[in-house]
């Protein structure tokens, strides 16, 4: 028997945290009854409906994708956007891991496998993150050891991360630094130069995990194959030790 959010992930309808959210709003039902006890346990031989939709056990998929500028990291848009789901054309119910800002440009994964997401998402499992930012200004020697110590955002301190100068552009005034994080906070990367007085001009995501952009230009997109997929498990069970 396994908590129900869990159960839903997993079925890949959509991330626990979104599972707990529909509970929450009573749109679960097991064996036709609405249940919205976060803790509800569930077996195999439940039937589960979600928002009206029976869960049915879907073929897991994996596609690494080179978000371009101007897409929206969602499955669904009220502003009607473009979003990271039109690119990709599948019969499964895909979603992203973790988000990029609408202008925001890199490497999104989208699965229906809810038990690796969460497990890519979770801080404690420490997987790398690589952005390239173009920033105003120039890092100074302490504000790279400060970003790199861990920095106060909105009153919570980021974990470590690493900071290197790829690039200085002195007549313009800018700086292209590479910055390798594992946590996903909203806007994190934005949000940890606007810390130390730089303000990020363009955003791009190179890395996840062993993960890279390699062969996919902007709007292109790849699946991952089984020993990807295995060593992606491997990363995160080795971290766990
Ligand atoms: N951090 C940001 O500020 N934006 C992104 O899109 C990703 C990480």
Do not use: W
Not at 28 to 43: H, M, P, Q, R, S
Not at 178 to 185: A, S, T, V, Y
């Amino acid at each position: 028997m396994e908590r129900i959010q869990k159960v839903i992930a997993n079925y890949g309808y959509c991330s626990r945290r979104k599972a707990e959210e529909l509970l929450i709003k009573g749109k679960v039902k097991v064996n036709g009854e609405i249940i919205t006890e976060l803790g509800f346990k569930v077996g195999p031989k439940d039937i589960i409906e979600v928002e009206g939709h029976i869960l049915e056990k879907q073929e897991k998929e994996y596609i690494l994708l080179n978000k371009p500028r101007g897409v929206v990291t969602t499955v669904s848009d009220d502003k009607n956007r473009k979003t990271v789901i039109d690119l990709v054309p599948s019969n499964n119910r895909l979603y992203p891991v973790g988000r990029l800002d609408y202008n925001t440009t890199g490497l999104v994964l989208l699965t229906n496998d809810g038990e690796l997401a969460n497990l890519l998402m979770h801080p404690k499992n420490e997987i790398e993150k690589v952005y390239i930012a173009k920033i105003k200004g120039i890092l100074s020697v302490s504000n790279i050891n400060n970003l790199e110590q861990g920095i106060l955002i909105e009153g919570i301190k980021t974990s470590k991360s690493k900071v290197k100068i790829r690039k200085i552009d002195k007549k313009n005034n800018s700086s292209i630094v590479e910055l390798i994080i594992h946590e996903g906070k909203n806007h994190q990367v934005k949000k940890m130069f606007n810390a130390v007085g730089h303000e990020v001009l363009k955003l791009k995501r190179e890395r996840l995990a062993f993960l890279t952009l390699t062969g996919l230009d902007s709007g292109q997109f790849r699946h991952l194959n089984p020993k990807e997929v295995k060593q992606l498990y491997n990363e995160i069970l080795n971290s766990e030790r």
